[in-house]
């Protein structure tokens, strides 16, 4: 490039911000390597994508005890344990596959970002690696919400298909081509979207509902095996539905278990969530709108999910 050019590329206001960030970021970073700043173990907030973690955390988001980045970071997490250095495996993480280095490089990213503080994390993936964070970071507390797998599921199908407003869901952004042919749903989808989880390649000729089935199965049932391993004060169980139904209600326990008064402001946030839209797929909340969405294909793995759905305190019946 000219030198000229590259003068007046310095001068486009967008161009000057992003430098003077990624020098503010690389100096915020070499401060926490000298100085190793103490900051308290997460919040992390998980649950199977689409089943209501976005109000969750924008919610959460909203006490000014936490400071959160407004995004996942699954490029933070996969680039610590991931398919790009785990062969392919999934993005799922177990106990085993912590590492100090693992741990430091999460809270050198939040202080280069955040500053020191509580950090409350949202990341879909993260329901694939409980026993991996509890491991990183054994005082951390985990807020897990789930939905009717039906819903769940349908609204899966939805954002396979539609996307969302500002881009798709498909992995190969992250990844790059996946290792192995994916052809699902009869070749519809040549790429896994949402997230990776284990066993994907059984699942890589499978029809759309069969795949989004399995990785709501999956993502709730590594979940309900990770509490039984984590201590009872530090996990936070909530219902989606519950959520709709009585936010203020809902939050007023989940703060309290985080020792966070639930004010004035907190409360009205609460009130105002069913003025919203909560959904960046599909629209405003509904009760059982698999049924006007997609109920054939619902009504073809209800079968599987069924015995999860029950543990989990849903009727399928209803």
Known sequence: MHPLAKLAKLRDPEIRAKNRRALWLGARGRWWDLTRPRMPDPVFLVGCSRSGTTVTYETLAAAPQLLSLGYEVPRLWNGCYGPLNNGWTSEAAGR???????????????YQHLGGGWVLDKTCINTLRLPYLHALFPEARFVFIHRDGRD?????????????????FGLEPFFGPSPEPVAINDG???????????????YNHASLEEV????????NRMALDAAAEIPAEQWIQIRYEDLVARPEAVFAEVFARLGIPFDEPLRAHCRALDQRPTSIVSGPPQRAKWRTRNPEAIARILPRIGPLMEELGYDCDA
């Open 96 to 110: 085993a596959d912590a590492r100090p280095e693992h741990r430091a490089a999460a809270l050198r990213f939040f």
């Open 152 to 168: 769940n599921i349908s609204s899966m199908i939805d954002g396979w298909r539609q996307g969302r407003t500002d881009g798709g």
């Open 188 to 202: 519809e989808f040549t790429q896994w979207h949402f997230f990776l989880p284990p066993g994907w390649r059984d």
């Open 212 to 219: 989004c089935a399995y990785q709501w199965l999956t993502a």
